[in-house]
């Protein structure tokens, strides 16, 4: 017989009380229902113990079960009934048996998930399993992304997955683990992975783009992976996330990166590689004169690049004195702050280029404003390359673009850009990149000090980073 000692408060009844919450498989099916109760404090089983994190407390405190390899393979008994408050129960002798499926106990992990519009949670869930082609991942930082925001608003996400809609790719339904920009260290590699390229303790950037890689869809080139008519994400429509403490990915989404770089710069990575696709699809060549519109992360990202790229004149119009003293710090020719409503950002850009106007404008920004400003502020012939997550419907003064024959790109997130970039990075084309990183928080402090800080204190942050 082996024996559980509980510490039960039904306080916690109706909270804590999901199979999830118990990641010994012992406690998972054929056992006919939960567990409706917390685990406060485990006792030893037998031969060894678990509860790594769970301690005698007066106060209610859930159990994370810690990876236990010595659990007897035999039967143990379970016991449900509704006590006092804090009461102590030792299980008796007539209590149900249930035969333990396995002796190895499942680890558990915390991880920040999302079940719909502002309604997120940190919630401990199973680590994930390594695959024979996948590296499993040690998360180390994730940065919170315009996308995140607009997910928590409800301005994104209207189709799969679901509640009861999976997505077509990872089949996962909500919810999910959210954070796509993130960097980490191997912890383990799956038994087909090259271990002449790969190695545990390598710090990683991950490439969060999963296409359905079916035949006849336009992913199937390595340059149109970002195409996928299906096309998931990592962090936002399952198969794991960066705000979690480890993720299991399939081997090539995982960049290695300098032995000398920090992982902080590595969580840029992501958000770099969006910026780097854009200028190279506006054709940005030397002497050009660029405007960018929105000096976010990815509007100062665009400008660093667009510096590398040879640009001559670069004009930033952006909101918010921070990102526009960034903007300068990173050597802006010129910035321009439209939440003033005296600065009229197409006549002095007009000015600053004699009257021709900008040889490309990249729109970072996303909004009807700025598309207009971007029409305007072209030069006839010239590019406008938007880079920006839409939430509504823009009008498109046609006739316009007509008459200045200008090009329309767009540019969506990135396929096969990591390691060029990285390797910009390696030779030291980039400086200062941690500038732009304004705040470091814990993962109990994401929605407070994360999410929050960048709906209602956008002029203060430019890109918050999440230790988990």
Known sequence: MIQLTLLYDVQWVDKACTPERFRCRAFRPPFPCPIRMSIHFLREWGKGYCGCSARESSSPHESRLCPWNALPRSTFWIYKRTVAPGQRYQLPTHSRPLSVLSSNCEAAMRAIRFYGPKDIRLEDIPEPVVGPTDVKIKIAWCGICGTDLHMYEGLMMHGPPTATEPHPVTKETLPVVIGHEFSGTIVELGSDV??????????????????????????????????CSNLAFMGAMGGGGGLSEYIAVPHQLAHVLPADLSLEIGALVEPLAVAWRAVKRSNVKAGDKVLIVGAGPVGLFVLKIA????????????????????????????????????????????????????????????????????????????????????????????????????????????SGEHAELIQAIADGKFSNLEDLITRRVSLDEYKEKGLNALLHEKDQHVKVLIHP
């Open 194 to 227: 090259d271990k002449s390229k790969y190695a545990v303790g390598q710090k990683v950037a991950v490439e969060p783009l999963l296409p359905c890689n079916q035949p006849n869809c336009a992913c199937g080139s390595p340059d149109t992976r970002n195409l």
């Open 307 to 414: 510096q590398i790229f040879g640009a001559s004149w670069i004009g930033v119009s952006g909101r918010g004195s921070q990102r526009c003293a960034l903007a300068l710090k990173y050597g802006a020719s010129a910035v321009y702050d439209a939440a003033d409503a005296g600065t009229n950002v197409v006549a002095e850009t007009l000015k600053s280029t004699n009257g021709r106007g900008a040889d490309v404008v990249i729109d970072c920004a996303g909004r009807q404003e700025t598309l207009d400003t971007a029409l305007w502020a072209a030069r006839s012939g010239g590019t406008i390359m938007n880079v920006a997550g839409w939430t509504t419907t823009p009008t498109i003064n046609m006739g316009l673009m007509l008459i200045k024959e200008l090009t329309l790109g767009n540019s969506m997130a990135y």
